[in-house]
């Protein structure tokens, strides 16, 4: 005979996540927020993953198999029922989850803006003739290249702490890092922000998203759902469905931002060649007042509208 539970003894939630100290933080975020939003009756357990992606610290995804590299493991767990929710960096998430697997919430959207780290200049202009920029996001080499033809880019993997050590020993003169990462971890002070209108970001850079399967139970669901931002959510609909029809993985420059303009959203997208030396964009609006299908739509007026002016000229390999 199952013994019973005490009314006061929390039920156990396996949280899935990766292991890297910025997933981890993420991860703890989400576990204190699911205690808060259920009154302590659920507590998460917070269960790693070493996912392929990041066993590549010297290659591009792109040369591995794209960005589902960083979920793979995690998708795999969920979907055995290992654990129950699985929380992820929503721009390393493929467009499309796998079958049976659901988000249940996009809490509030950290700084989308990427963040420019030097020992030796303080922005992309200042850098000297020829400098070495470290990288391995095709748009952050791209739109770097667009401003400055003349860098040399050298491939950067790994997590935050990785890059940074790598910058110190002088593998490159600069990098790029996400000041969302970088705020989460205590590190923002280390970089200069630039603004998202000189550097569109990654579609929903700077989101969390939480996932579970699509059978979870609706205690679990209702919980889950008090996490979620409208904000995050929209912004999360409209970047994504962009990067959905452009079938935007790893393999192209892509970047999209959703942006307030008070009575509208308006979201930017753009699409550039590998070199920088090309580049296409679109804008939409859509009412404040927009439902999520409507945001979605926006994403796909916006990708198309890309598509159009580019007239078949697209490179064949899309996104951060």
Known sequence: MTEKKSASTPRSIRLGTRGSPLALAQAHQIAASLRAASGGAMEAEVVTFTTTGDKLTSERLINSGGKGLFTRELDES?????????VHSLKDVPSLLPEGQVFVAFP??????????SHSAKSLRELPQGARLGTASLRREAQALALRPDLQVVTFRGNVQTRMRKLEEGQADATFLAMAGLRRLGYDHMATPIPVTDMLPAAAQGIIGVVCRDDADEELRAVLAKLNVAVSEAAATAERTFLAVLDGSCRTPIAAHLFDDGAHWRLDGEVLSPKGDQRWT?????SKSATMAQLAELGRTVAHGILESAEGKLPAFGAE
């Open 78 to 86: 969920l979907s055995a029922g290992d654990i129950d929710i699985a």
């Open 108 to 117: 509030e959207r950290e700084d989308p803006r990427d963040g420019f780290v």
């Open 282 to 286: 679109a804008t939409g609006k859509a």
